[in-house]
Protein backbone atom coordinates (compact mmCIF):
# COMPACT_ATOMS: atom_id res chain seq x y z
CA UNK A 1 0.00 0.00 0.00
CA UNK A 2 3.07 2.17 0.76
CA UNK A 3 4.71 1.86 -2.62
CA UNK A 4 1.10 2.57 -4.31
CA UNK A 5 1.25 5.97 -2.48
CA UNK A 6 4.56 6.53 -3.65
CA UNK A 7 4.11 5.75 -7.23
CA UNK A 8 1.28 8.46 -6.95
CA UNK A 9 3.37 10.56 -5.64
CA UNK A 10 6.47 10.67 -8.22
CA UNK A 11 3.67 10.39 -10.34
CA UNK A 12 1.94 13.48 -9.44
CA UNK A 13 5.63 15.54 -9.39
CA UNK A 14 6.56 14.01 -12.65
CA UNK A 15 3.83 15.94 -14.25
CA UNK A 16 3.97 19.22 -11.91
CA UNK A 17 7.57 18.85 -13.08
CA UNK A 18 6.32 18.49 -16.88
CA UNK A 19 3.54 21.24 -16.99
CA UNK A 20 6.11 24.15 -15.28
CA UNK A 21 8.61 22.83 -18.27
CA UNK A 22 6.02 23.69 -20.67
CA UNK A 23 5.16 26.73 -19.34
CA UNK A 24 8.75 28.57 -19.14
CA UNK A 25 8.81 26.56 -22.88
CA UNK A 26 6.05 28.95 -23.78
CA UNK A 27 7.23 31.75 -22.00
CA UNK A 28 10.27 31.43 -23.90
CA UNK A 29 8.77 31.05 -26.94
CA UNK A 30 6.36 34.43 -26.47
CA UNK A 31 9.59 36.64 -25.15
CA UNK A 32 11.33 35.60 -28.30
CA UNK A 33 8.26 36.80 -30.55
CA UNK A 34 8.07 39.78 -28.70
CA UNK A 35 11.87 40.73 -29.02
CA UNK A 36 12.06 40.17 -32.47
CA UNK A 37 9.29 42.67 -32.75
CA UNK A 38 11.38 45.14 -30.97
CA UNK A 39 9.17 47.37 -29.14
CA UNK A 40 10.12 46.24 -25.73
CA UNK A 41 12.91 45.89 -23.43
CA UNK A 42 13.78 42.92 -21.40
CA UNK A 43 12.98 44.16 -18.26
CA UNK A 44 9.35 44.86 -19.75
CA UNK A 45 9.38 41.51 -21.54
CA UNK A 46 10.09 39.70 -18.22
CA UNK A 47 7.77 41.30 -16.52
CA UNK A 48 4.92 39.74 -18.43
CA UNK A 49 6.01 36.32 -17.49
CA UNK A 50 6.75 35.22 -14.12
CA UNK A 51 8.56 32.13 -15.40
CA UNK A 52 11.28 34.31 -16.96
CA UNK A 53 14.25 36.44 -15.31
CA UNK A 54 15.80 39.25 -16.97
CA UNK A 55 18.63 37.59 -17.47
CA UNK A 56 16.59 34.62 -18.88
CA UNK A 57 15.07 37.20 -21.69
CA UNK A 58 18.62 38.91 -22.17
CA UNK A 59 19.72 35.21 -22.93
CA UNK A 60 17.09 34.89 -25.32
CA UNK A 61 17.61 38.20 -26.64
CA UNK A 62 21.61 36.88 -27.60
CA UNK A 63 20.67 33.77 -29.29
CA UNK A 64 18.95 36.63 -31.83
CA UNK A 65 22.09 38.14 -32.48
CA UNK A 66 23.17 37.57 -36.11
CA UNK A 67 27.17 35.87 -35.58
CA UNK A 68 29.65 37.46 -37.93
Do not use: H
Not at 26 to 41: F, H
Not at 42 to 52: D, M, R, T
Amino acid sequence: MMSLFDEEKIMRAYVASERREAAKEAAREAAENMLKIGKMSAEEIAGCFAELSVEDVREIEKGLLPTI
